[in-house]
């Protein structure tokens, strides 16, 4: 007998009596409710762990409940005491409101589904956890530190301030190239550990990338001068690598909240320039402050972007991302670069963030996608069938007509979606989307677009809503990969990430590949596609060409 057999051999109440059993031997729960949201059918395994009387009465469920009935699909992650739950749930079909078809006649409410999400939810707690540390120090990322600086600020009295230190080891690359990766993370470590016994009151310590630190304190500018010769004085006993022993000298830079920026990313942003500053001027074992807000500069630089954009004065550059199992060019990823005729190549990271606060983000993106189209086309045209992947900002996707916008873009180039990968950056806070954010997303996903989350790992307040995002796509941030083939802990937290990545269905991308064996290493780990400057340093367009049909990257 053939194992799908014909269900009309079974009469209308065999067929329930086998539903039941179904539903009773799987972990999940099946319920209805009628038109005023009251139960009806609460069926299944789980239903034990449930008291259904607090469960359907509590607030969120019934605003779940609500939505659903007004015509909404919904999905939602709830918590009831330890355990995890996902609930589906959708309006009745009309089909199963007409009597004359076997339904039940007066029965318009809603159906849906409760799964045990337990166990997926401590593993992304989990993963959540390690996700928020550097793997070679155990402080906490640049993520991390820049959401504590945000809840600071936010929690700071009227008129409080708040200091931003950025600590860069000075050579720090010829520390590796002298000692190694191995001995390098030691140093790090013993950095890491040395700055804990800083004696400022509530000083939070962070690790950015490596031989980048960062720490921030809630005091007052006068309080700065003691706060950084506290850092400096960490630095004064050599540390012991192998049988040698090194002074480690600090370049430091500061910004202050409110004078430097009004969130973490940015008062972080401006103490690494003032770090930077610091190093270049030799101001070895001394500060740079960042300067005030310079409204000339910003006035002047958002000034003449808007020219630029007027007139196509950008221009892009793009890096190739390679597939590790086929050895074959899977895509290219787009980067905004500006070289002015006056001031010299502005910096993405100055212009970017212009750009955000101005409100002219949506400009700058509309520019990137229609360049990008236009010379992905070219490509198309002489053969190289590949993906050409934009970084899109978080106001961007919320914008209700952001789909539109993109297909009319593509769509004046002949470029299909299928043609095109968006970027999401690690400042966008998923969990905070829209359900008419994600239902746009869903359907340019279903058209054929990919969506990846960049710098995947650093965001990690992402990780517990990644299951909700239409992704196709995340990309490691390269803080993990830099290490991946000489530490231990990066190693496995890496593969741990690839893992997790292929088990949402993900494709998993590394970033910031610099060297052969790390290369071999995320081959060996199963990554998918790499990218970084061992592959290819970010080039022209009329430079990509070349580069396709030289290969010199195998």
């Known amino acids: ?36 949201g009251r139960l009806l059918l609460f069926q299944g395994q789980i239903t034990e762990a449930l008291d259904r009387q607090v469960f359907f009465r509590r607030p969120d469920v019934v605003a779940l409940i609500e939505r659903a009935l007004s015509g909404e699909p919904v999905k939602a992650l709830l918590t009831a005491g330890p355990a995890s739950f996902e609930i589906i749930m959708a309006p009745n079909p009309p089909a199963a409101t007409d009597p004359g078809d076997g339904g039940f006649e007066g029965v318009t409410g809603v159906s849906g589904i409760l ?28 993520a991390a530190m820049t959401a504590e600086i945000d809840a600071a600020t936010q929690s700071l009295e009227p008129g409080g301030s708040l200091c931003v230190v950025v600590v860069l080891i000075d050579r720090f690359d010829h520390v590796l190239e002298s000692f190694g990766f191995a001995s390098g993370s030691a140093i790090l470590r013993e950095v890491a550990q040395r700055l804990y016994g800083i004696d400022v ?26 706060f950084v010769r506290q850092i400096e004085a960490m630095f ?20 202050i909240y409110p004078d430097h920026g009004d969130d973490g990313e940015m008062l972080i942003q401006k ?7 610091a190093g ?27 020219s630029a954009l007027t007139v196509g004065a950008l221009h892009l550059e793009y890096q190739p991302l390679i597939n590790l199992h086929t050895l074959e060019v899977d895509s290219v990823e787009a980067l905004a670069r500006w070289d002015h005729a006056v001031m010299g190549r502005i910096q993405p990271d100055e212009f970017i963030p212009i750009a955000e606060h101005s409100g002219m983000i949506t400009d700058l993106t509309h520019f990137v996608i229609g360049r990008a189209a236009l010379q992905g086309r070219a490509w198309h045209g002489v053969g190289h069938d590949m993906r050409v992947a934009v970084n899109v900002a978080p106001e961007d996707l919320r914008r209700p007509d952001f789909g539109q916008r993109l297909e009319s873009a593509l769509a004046r180039q002949s470029v299909p979606f299928s043609a095109f990968t968006i970027e999401v950056t690690e400042r966008t806070d998923l969990g905070r989307m829209s359900g008419a954010t994600l239902l746009q997303l869903q359907g340019l996903v279903r058209q054929g677009l990919e969506i990846s989350i960049d710098d995947f790992g650093t965001g990690f307040s992402n990780i517990g809503s990644l299951h909700q995002l239409p992704c196709t796509q995340i990309k490691i941030d390269r803080s993990f990969v830099a290490g991946v083939n000489t530490d231990e802990r990066s190693e496995r937290i890496v593969s741990a990430m690839i893992q997790f990545g292929h088990s949402l ?11 052969p064996e790390q290369w071999d290493t995320l081959r060996a ?22 580069f396709l049909e030289r290969a010199s990257w195998r």
Not at 271 to 277: F, G, H, L, V
Not at 282 to 304: D, Q
Not at 529 to 543: D, S, T
């Open 1 to 36: 007998m053939s194992p799908l057999s014909d269900t009309g051999a079974l009469d209308g109440l065999d067929q329930c009596r086998l539903l039941s059993m179904a539903v009773a031997a799987t972990p999940v729960a099946l319920f209805v409710t009628d038109q005023h």
């Open 115 to 142: 799964t045990d999400a337990t166990e997926r939810e401590r593993t992304v707690t989990a993963l959540h956890s390690k996700l928020s540390r550097s793997p070679i120090t155990g402080l906490r990322n640049r």
């Open 201 to 226: 009151t509530d000083v939070e310590i962070g690790s950015l990338e490596l031989g980048k630190f960062t720490l921030f304190a809630r005091l007052a500018p006068d309080r700065l001068t003691h």
């Open 236 to 255: 004064v006993k050599p540390v012991a690598v192998d049988r040698d022993s090194i002074l480690i000298r600090p370049v430091m830079g500061v910004a």
């Open 271 to 277: 103490a690494e320039r003032a770090a930077r500053t």
């Open 280 to 306: 270049e001027r030799g101001e070895l074992h001394r500060i740079h402050v960042a300067p005030a807000v310079p409204p000339r500069r910003n006035f002047a630089v958002l000034s003449e972007l808007r």
């Open 505 to 515: 269905g993900r494709t998993v991308v590394a970033e910031g590949i610099e060297t």
């Open 525 to 546: 780990l199963g990554c998918d596609l790499a990218q970084g400057y061992f592959i290819a340093r970010p080039m022209p367009f009329e430079e990509v060409h070349p």
